[in-house]
């Protein structure tokens, strides 16, 4: 959690938002902080206090499975790493009594004194992202839950499959404590029901659904599951192919049925369920998960009247299609949840697209408020080695284990090491200036801390080390809490001796460790932006509202993409309003130039420095020219797929076949008449025939056009075929009115395809309807296919960029969850249909996501490297390129010497330090900066020299 | 860490300190911006740091 | 390490991203293990030369682990 640690975030935890006044670029935000009782600067999260509170308190962390104290932290990797006293069951703070933490904590840090501080805040942008509101137990309890303890909710059994749950990741009934053989899940809790004003599709549900199934049969393989669905949107990139695993490797059933009741039935539960054809069916089941929906938070209207927006419908932010950011307060930004149910992935990329949108707002104020650090002069170390040790007591989280004295004068026993102590809370301010003077002192130009882990307080120890005017390479840790007495608590003896070993091994490779230096590498502030439809034109221009430039290139003629194919989103906002206002804006900018008719021919360098050759086509000859920029965005979109083989089999050819694109183009403009009767089929090409996925926005296009056909003419019949009508979101009210104006909507199954066949000019349906129970026969006036999206181009070009596609050609992103716009290569970002198949709204966001994560090596002006990436020995090297050809990150390139000779050389703007390529050197012609063969060797060699174990 | 000054051009409050609005801040802060992030609870993390794995790689989540 | 009587040393490589994030995991969770191992951090076990190895048993190391 890097939030915790930058100097740039002020955490207001326990914070409550009072007002908002002012206007976009001078707001005043006021806050009240409530106390903690406990002084976050002097806790070192040791726990004790937890452990001598005498009052129990029901954990929310663990959605109530578990007790804890008042006096806590809600789980041990918790930011700020702070307890807090829980007013609400606290002995002293409610009855005056108690106060046994105050004597038990050693460094001194619970204050009952504290009182509620209120701050005004100066700031230029606001970014709402309160998350997500919890589904009323009314609903729940219409399926048990609260009547009968093994009814839990899947927030819940989320929590049951964690290892650091209630039952340590162990799923156990509630109710006994045994294993559950059976469990169902119910979808669409609290989702798609009047029942309780949630008319929405929550998004996420079926997606958790399977995920925790899965787990679930991780778990205890002997586990029967079923999942009880109405539709399964796992409409997402990626989805359905994780879907169809957990039906044919992990056996999980799904069935497709509503649930009237769940009933106690001996020691089980009984589900009562309906399937589609109206018949009534019995299922007992150990245990009965409520998929829950994501309602609006809580206090959502308290926060809209707070701040001055309104809200929609159902509670959460009130939004439009094409600034799906905006609230209806200027400068007041909406990220996550609260703008509508969503997963992580979409989450984060609101996020950065919320940060990027405020960027722009407060472009004049780029680094006036950020806080930069500044060092003493770095000194040389010089020839001898000054090694210095300093062993942590941790409070007694070490010292209470190991015998630290112990340690500490063992370590003071080796070569090199001249100066050696011990401490009770290492990370402790006092402690870092300690460590300073010990350096001044000692003239140490070496460092070992043995504590706790690097991976946490590395940072920390090497900011000293740069504030004492040492290289922070010069540092090594020794983690002898979480990985030793942590986990050793009842054998001293042997920790006490693992704790010698590792601190010998740390002293052996810090003898042998070398400052290095902290390289940058400068960047060009100009972006590539390939692509000028919706994505690439609304990222170019929120760069340019960033204040950096850059080239928009168009393979075609002109600019749009598929926004000239579409006339409407399903929202009912014209695709030309936002095509005019785009183009317009892009091609009145400044800072975009706009070249059209033109491909990438090539493109060279790494992040910051790229140069690129562009052909441009003019008339029949070409011109190529050479750009230099920063970054690249890859916004080449996609099209209408041409299917080869339609469910199942060859395509049928008729003038009365269409495609949804197709019948749209038809139904556009104030002329347009509606045809006397339609039929519409989904998953046309998609899911199954010649592509495996879903396209996400087949469903909503069907429905935008059955609603279009039935506003032009309310008798047109309109029967639309579906798998599954996946209408996510806040398109579920779409779907709704569909249905309600009179639209058919009639499943179908894989196994039970309908059949197109074409007489003459007339065509022909044959399909099974399950609700009849009987095979139906129509010869429409109209046949519309939905047949998906194809990314455009995505092969050529990975190959130019050397970016994976992941197996439908579509893009592959650096993380799937957390880096859902970056690609594995730095500097490279994806936006639009080229990452994956989505609406409109989806590509506007992700694209001002993609423009904001580019926008950051170009605001900081050069790419900073960890010093721990590889290094190619030139004079030993022979040239062989095995390295340039294992690594992952195309970080090693090879060059041409003057004297001829081939050599590779590290990127080190794009080496990640992973040392595949050390490992691998035939000539060990390549080392890594801190963790070279010499310092691995004699880790490896003190890890053998077990001596005097009699101290 | 340094207190922030009163007046302070440049800066960005973000309410809510679950995945959304943490991802939202580190971009400010990269974007060149100072970072208030308010949070009603005691911690930051949201409902993501109630998770072990997502969907569809099943990866640890944090 | 049913037996009292072997202490087998063991040798570990833990990436820095994955395993050796579990083993701090596992300490904050508490989890007790045998106290037998001795680890190296690396910054992914691609790092891991098959030399390491060899010199890891070379040094009296009863199993080598990677973990990544």
Not at chain 1, 191 to 213: Q, T, W
Request: with cysteine; glycine share 8%.
């Amino acid at each position: 959690m890097e939030a915790g640690r930058s100097p740039n975030i002020e955490i207001l935890s326990n914070a409550d938002f009072l007002g908002l006044e002012g206007k976009p670029g001078a707001f005043t935000a006021k806050v009240r902080l409530r106390p903690r009782y406990i002084n976050a600067d002097k806790c070192t999260a040791c726990g004790l206090c937890t452990r001598y509170c005498p009052r129990h308190l029901v954990d929310d962390y663990n959605e109530g499975l578990a007790i804890t104290r008042p006096i806590h932290i809600d789980y041990p990797q918790a930011v700020p790493a702070s307890y807090f006293i829980d007013p609400r069951a606290c002995l002293h703070l409610q009855h005056g009594t108690c106060q046994i933490c105050v004597p038990v904590c050693r460094s001194k840090a619970i204050d009952f004194g504290q009182q509620p501080e209120e701050r005004a805040l100066q700031v230029g942008a606001v970014i709402m992202s309160p998350g997500f509101g919890r589904i009323s137990e009314e609903t729940l309890a219409k399926f048990g839950f609260g009547k009968h303890p093994d009814v839990v909710t899947s927030i819940e059994f989320e929590r049951l499959l964690n290892p650091s749950g209630p039952f340590k990741g162990e799923v156990r009934c509630i109710s006994d404590k045994r294993h559950p053989h059976r469990i169902a899940f119910i979808q669409c809790v609290g989702s798609r029901d009047l029942g309780c004003d949630n008319g929405y599709c929550s998004s996420v549900c079926c997606m958790y659904a399977i995920k925790e199934a899965m787990v679930a049969k991780e778990h205890d393989p002997e586990v029967e599951i079923t999942i009880y669905y109405m539709d399964m949107r796992t409409q997402g990139k990626d989805f359905d192919a994780a879907r169809r695993r957990a039906e044919e490797q992990f056996g999980i059933k799904f069935v497709r049925a509503r649930v009237a009741d769940v009933m106690p039935w001996n020691d089980q539960l009984r589900l009562t369920y309906a399937t589609l054809s109206g018949s009534h069916h019995f299922e007992p089941f150990d245990m009965v998960v409520l998929s829950v929906g994501l309602e609006a938070p809580k206090d959502a209207k308290g926060l809209a009247s707070t701040a001055g927006f309104e809200l929609n419908q159902y509670d959460f932010c009130k939004t439009s299609t094409f600034a799906p950011l905006a609230t209806t307060r200027p400068g007041v930004l909406v990220a996550g949840a609260f703008h509508g149910p969503k997963d992580i992935p979409e989450s984060v990329t609101q996020s950065s697209a919320a940060a990027g949108l405020a960027a722009g707002l407060l472009r004049t104020q780029r680094g006036q408020g950020t806080v930069t650090k500044s060092y003493p002069a770095e000194q040389n170390p010089g020839e001898e080695v000054r090694i210095g040790v300093f062993v942590c007591h941790c409070g007694i989280n070490i010292g209470g284990v190991v015998d630290v004295p112990g340690v500490a004068k063992y370590a003071g026993g080796m070569e090199d090491v001249v100066y050696y102590t011990e401490s009770l809370y290492s990370c402790s301010q006092d402690a870092q200036e300690a460590i300073k003077e010990k350096i001044r002192q000692h003239n140490l130009n070496r460092v070992v801390v043995a504590a706790c882990s690097p991976r946490t307080h590395e940072p920390l120890f090497q900011e000293t080390l740069k504030d004492a005017g040492l290289n922070r390479c010069l540092f090594e840790m020794v983690n002898i809490r979480d990985q030793c007495s942590w986990v050793h608590a009842n054998e001293p003896e042997a920790a006490t001796a693992k704790s010698r070993d590792l601190v010998r091994m740390a002293v052996a490779k810090a003898r042998h460790i070398k400052p290095l230096p902290e390289q940058t590498v400068p960047v060009t502030p100009k972006a590539l932006v390939l692509g000028g439809g919706v994505a690439g034109m609304t990222a170019a221009l929120n760069l340019a509202e960033q204040g950096f430039e850059s080239f928009l290139i168009e393979k075609s003629g002109q600019l749009g993409g598929n926004l000239l194919k579409l006339d409407r989103t399903l929202q009912g906002d014209k695709a030309a309003d936002l095509l005019k206002e785009l183009s317009a804006a892009v091609k009145k900018h400044k800072l975009i130039t706009v070249l059209t008719n033109s491909e990438l021919a090539e493109v060279n360098g790494f992040v910051g420095n790229f140069t690129s050759m562009v052909r441009t086509a003019n008339g029949k000859k070409a011109s190529e020219q050479s750009i230099s920029h920063g970054v690249i965005i890859i916004a080449t979109g996609g099209r209408e797929h041409v299917p080869a083989r339609v469910l199942g089999k060859e395509p049928v050819a008729s003038k009365k076949i269409v495609t949804q694109q197709a019948l749209e183009q038809q139904l556009a403009g104030g002329k347009a008449k509606a045809p006397a009767s339609v039929v519409m089929v989904q998953c046309a090409g998609s899911r199954g025939d010649d592509l495996a996925y879903c396209s996400k926005v087949c469903c909503n296009h069907a429905v935008k056009n059955a609603l279009r056909i039935k506003a032009l003419d309310p008798a047109s019949q309109v029967v639309v075929l579906y798998r599954e009508m996946r209408t996510y979101g806040f398109a579920e009210d779409l779907y709704r009115q569909a249905r309600e104006q009179g639209v058919i909507f009639i499943p179908y199954a894989t196994d039970r395809m309908p059949e197109i066949s074409a007489k003459g000019s007339k065509v022909r349906i044959d399909f099974y309807d399950p609700i009849l129970q009987d095979q139906v026969t129509m010869e429409p006036e109209l046949l519309a296919l939905s047949v998906g999206i194809v990314p455009e181009g995505t092969k050529e070009l990975s190959k130019l960029l050397k970016i994976p596609v992941n197996a439908d050609d579509f893009y592959l992103e650096a993380h799937v969850k957390l880096r859902p716009v970056e690609l594995p290569v730095s500097g490279v970002y994806v936006c639009g249909l080229a990452h994956s198949p989505k609406p409109i709204e989806e590509t506007i966001v992700q694209a001002q996501a993609a423009a904001a994560k580019a926008a950051i090596p170009l605001v900081k002006g050069h790419v900073e490297v960890e010093p721990t990436v590889s290094h190619v020995d030139q004079e030993i090297c022979i040239g062989c390129s095995l390295c340039t050809s294992l690594c992952p990150y195309q970080a090693i390139q090879m060059v041409q010497l003057e004297n001829k000779q081939r050599r590779a050389q590290t990127i080190v703007a794009s080496c990640k330090g992973c040392g595949i390529c050390a490992s691998h050197c035939p000539t060990f012609a390549i080392s890594m900066g801190g963790f070279t063969d010499q310092q691995i060797s004699s880790q490896i060699e003190a890890f053998g020299r077990e001596e005097n174990r009699n101290d | 860490m340094a207190k922030a000054k009163q007046e302070r051009a440049g800066s960005v409050m973000v309410l809510g300190g679950g995945v959304a609005g943490i991802q939202a801040a580190l971009d400010l802060t990269q974007l060149g911006y100072y970072v208030y992030l308010v949070e009603k609870s005691a911690a930051i993390g949201g409902a993501m740091a109630q998770l072990d794995k997502t969907f569809p790689t099943n990866d640890c989540s944090l | 390490m049913t037996e009292q009587t072997t202490n087998p040393r063991i040798l570990g490589f833990l990436c820095n991203w994955c395993c050796y994030a579990a083993a701090d995991a596992a300490g904050v969770s508490r989890y007790q293990y045998p106290p037998n191992l001795r680890t190296i951090r690396v910054m992914c076990t691609g790092r891991i030369d098959p030399a390491f190895i060899l010199r890891g048993f070379a040094q009296g190391a009863a199993g080598i682990f990677a973990g990544g």
